[in-house]
């Protein structure tokens, strides 16, 4: 079992560094066993690779817990992103928004 890491809070440094861009591709399934391990432990919908203190540009999303809400992600249970780049929005919307870095804190946010 890979080890579980602690999620960096608010003002952690490391949260401020822009993430690299993964072009080891060996290092993915150490890198992805970690988050999700902690995401399970942390019990939360998604998590990026930064927020465990790993500058790499990752984050994996639960797709059991997105669809229990009602939003079709796919077949497989964990949805991991390498590199990822937004190219387009659709439009925005208000949306109540969590984050294990920002401990028992939600707010509003505008999201495309």
Do not use: H
Request: proline share 4%; net charge negative; aromatic share 8%.
């Amino acid at each position: 079992m890979s080890e579980i890491e602690n999620i960096l809070k608010w003002l952690d440094p490391s949260l401020f560094i822009k993430t690299r861009s993964v072009t080891d591709f060996s290092i993915v399934p150490s890198i992805v066993d970690q988050m999700v391990n902690t995401m399970k432990r942390e019990k939360c919908i998604g998590l990026s690779a930064n927020q465990i203190g790993i500058d790499y540009s990752v984050f994996i999303l639960d797709n059991g817990m997105l669809r229990g809400a009602g939003c079709p992600l796919g077949d497989d249970d964990i949805f991991v992103a390498i590199n990822p780049e937004v190219t387009m929005a659709l439009g925005e919307k208000l949306v109540e928004d969590w984050c294990s870095s920002y401990a028992g804190v939600a707010t509003k946010l505008m999201r495309s």
